[in-house]
């Protein structure tokens, strides 16, 4: 079995959809866990469950810069 290639994502005033085999870590450097194969990063720092995306730029309008 081979290892899905990484592939990272920015969505327009979005999050970074992460697919792929990637090894999360926080600013220490331990192991973040991830559930499922794609996740969603949080780019507002708005999320109540960084690094995870929760949809809260949505409401809060963040955008990006195109």
Known sequence: MTAERPRITAYPDGPLLVRGDVDLRDADGAPIDKRRRTVALCRCGLS?????????HKPAGFRTDD
């Open 48 to 56: 109540t469950i960084k690094p995870f995306c929760d949809g809260t």
